[in-house]
């Protein structure tokens, strides 16, 4: 794997008409670069990413190792060639060059294209226009007829070495590095690109949601010799709960939650309690493909309250290393996540101390044109 991924965004996104550069606005709960470079870290296809703006100041979250971010320069394809020259000291066989404005790519198109530069130089996803494209000449307007007209996407993916040959020459009105390989009368393949991947340009562009909620419960007795997990955590306690998994009610109720607001039923749906493959699972197991689901149907969490129910242990003392653990479990910004602990009043098993339960309530939205 000797892939680079090089996401663009020192644009100054005039016509987005807001103070702050788009590339760094909220998106689906995230800065719109950060979408960029999650789907680039999970398609395990890149050896580094590569940032490319004029604003590190507004970089609000702590970067994985393999990302660096260096400045970008005045025009698009400024920033282009800096990010190409840093690299090539790496000695990339293939570079794939994004916009941090098309949040939206999947990571199938991201293996396409690489698998596309085994057979080529350069590879770019195009879709077919849905409008009819006109073009003026003086102040005559003359028709493109729409089989012949296509429109380019990113990410565009290139051979290192023949890309960056390009670049290094002088070149001007560059709107793209597929514009190099076609001023130059070499060879692009052009594959299926995607709808969803379009360009946000204008605020207009922001897609509209659907809003929903769930409710999620668990109650799990406790018992001697077995080991305490709240919210993916382990936590110092004398006794665990009792489960056919490790009985991590935190997690069960958010499950719960995010299944009743897809309208996926329940957990014990997805995960059986007569099914031995699920006997003692870690809970962080279960709630990973329930964020897959998530995100395979264009879901994302707004925010999530928790009610742990439980006389001891003290959720005060526990509250922060259960919301970081949260946090990267759901992949979720941590004030969006919210933790109370409540008694009762020494009532039943709960006060008893024979027991811990746990209520969530999500919103979460669904993404839709």
Same mark, same amino acid.
């Given at each position: 794997m000797n892939?680079?991924?090089?996401i663009l965004a020192?644009?100054?996104?005039?016509?987005?008409?807001?103070?702050?550069?788009?590339?760094?606005?909220?998106? &689906?709960?995230?800065?719109?670069?950060e979408?960029?470079?999650?789907?680039a %870290?999970k398609?395990? !296809?890149?050896k /580094?990413? #590569?940032l490319?703006t004029n604003?590190?100041?507004?970089?609000?979250?702590?970067?994985?190792?393999?990302v660096?971010?260096?400045?970008g320069?005045?025009?698009?394809?400024?920033?282009?060639?800096r990010?190409l020259?840093?690299?090539k000291k790496?000695?990339p066989?293939?570079?794939?060059?994004?916009?941090?404005a098309?949040?939206?790519?999947?990571?199938k198109l991201l293996?396409?294209?690489?698998?596309?530069?085994k057979?080529n130089?350069?590879?770019?996803?195009v879709i077919?226009?849905?409008?009819s494209i006109k073009?003026?000449?003086?102040?005559?307007l003359?028709?493109?007829?729409?089989?012949?007209?296509?429109?380019?996407?990113?990410p565009?993916a290139?051979?290192?070495?023949?890309l960056y040959?390009?670049s290094? &020459?002088?070149n001007?009105?560059?709107?793209?590095?597929?514009?190099?390989? %076609?001023?130059n009368n !070499?060879k692009i /393949?052009? #594959?299926?690109?995607?709808?969803?991947n379009n360009?946000?340009?204008?605020k207009?562009d922001?897609i509209n949601?659907?809003?929903y909620?769930?409710i999620?419960?668990?109650?799990?007795r406790?018992?001697k010799?077995?080991?305490l997990?709240?919210?993916g955590i382990k936590?110092?306690?004398h006794?665990?709960?009792?489960?056919?998994?490790?009985?991590?009610v935190?997690?069960?109720?958010i499950?719960?939650?995010?299944?009743?607001?897809?309208r996926?039923k329940?957990?014990?749906t997805f995960?059986?309690d007569?099914?031995n493959?699920?006997?003692?699972?870690?809970?962080a197991?279960?709630?990973?493909?329930?964020?897959?689901?998530?995100?395979?149907?264009?879901f994302y969490?707004?925010?999530?309250?928790?009610?742990?129910i439980?006389?001891?242990?003290?959720?005060?003392?526990?509250?922060?290393k259960? %919301?970081?653990?949260l946090?990267?479990?759901l992949?979720?910004?941590k004030n969006?996540?919210?933790?109370?602990?409540?008694?009762v009043e020494?009532?039943g098993?709960?006060?008893?101390e024979?027991?811990?339960a746990c209520?969530?309530?999500?919103s979460?939205?669904?993404?839709r044109?």
């Amino acid at each position: 794997m000797n892939n680079y991924f090089i996401i663009l965004a020192s644009g100054q996104s005039k016509r987005f008409n807001s103070n702050e550069p788009k590339q760094f606005i909220k998106y &689906k709960n995230k800065a719109l670069f950060e979408h960029s470079i999650d789907k680039a %870290i999970k398609s395990k !296809l890149f050896k /580094k990413i #590569i940032l490319v703006t004029n604003d590190k100041k507004q970089i609000k979250i702590k970067l994985p190792r393999n990302v660096m971010v260096i400045k970008g320069g005045k025009e698009r394809s400024d920033s282009s060639l800096r990010a190409l020259k840093f690299i090539k000291k790496l000695k990339p066989t293939n570079v794939l060059i994004h916009d941090a404005a098309r949040p939206n790519f999947s990571i199938k198109l991201l293996i396409s294209l690489i698998n596309s530069l085994k057979r080529n130089k350069a590879s770019v996803p195009v879709i077919s226009s849905k409008d009819s494209i006109k073009y003026k000449i003086k102040d005559q307007l003359f028709n493109l007829e729409k089989k012949n007209s296509y429109l380019t996407q990113t990410p565009q993916a290139f051979r290192f070495n023949d890309l960056y040959n390009l670049s290094i &020459k002088k070149n001007t009105n560059i709107q793209d590095e597929a514009t190099l390989f %076609i001023k130059n009368n !070499l060879k692009i /393949k052009f #594959i299926n690109g995607e709808n969803l991947n379009n360009k946000i340009t204008f605020k207009d562009d922001i897609i509209n949601s659907n809003t929903y909620f769930g409710i999620g419960f668990d109650i799990h007795r406790l018992i001697k010799n077995k080991k305490l997990y709240l919210g993916g955590i382990k936590i110092p306690f004398h006794s665990g709960l009792k489960g056919h998994s490790d009985g991590d009610v935190i997690l069960h109720s958010i499950i719960d939650s995010l299944l009743g607001a897809m309208r996926k039923k329940d957990i014990g749906t997805f995960f059986p309690d007569n099914k031995n493959e699920f006997k003692n699972i870690r809970s962080a197991k279960m709630l990973k493909p329930i964020i897959e689901i998530l995100d395979k149907n264009n879901f994302y969490i707004n925010n999530l309250d928790i009610n742990l129910i439980c006389e001891q242990p003290k959720v005060s003392k526990y509250r922060n290393k259960i %919301i970081k653990s949260l946090s990267i479990l759901l992949n979720l910004d941590k004030n969006l996540i919210n933790l109370k602990g409540k008694t009762v009043e020494k009532i039943g098993l709960i006060g008893k101390e024979k027991a811990i339960a746990c209520e969530v309530i999500c919103s979460i939205s669904q993404w839709r044109k």
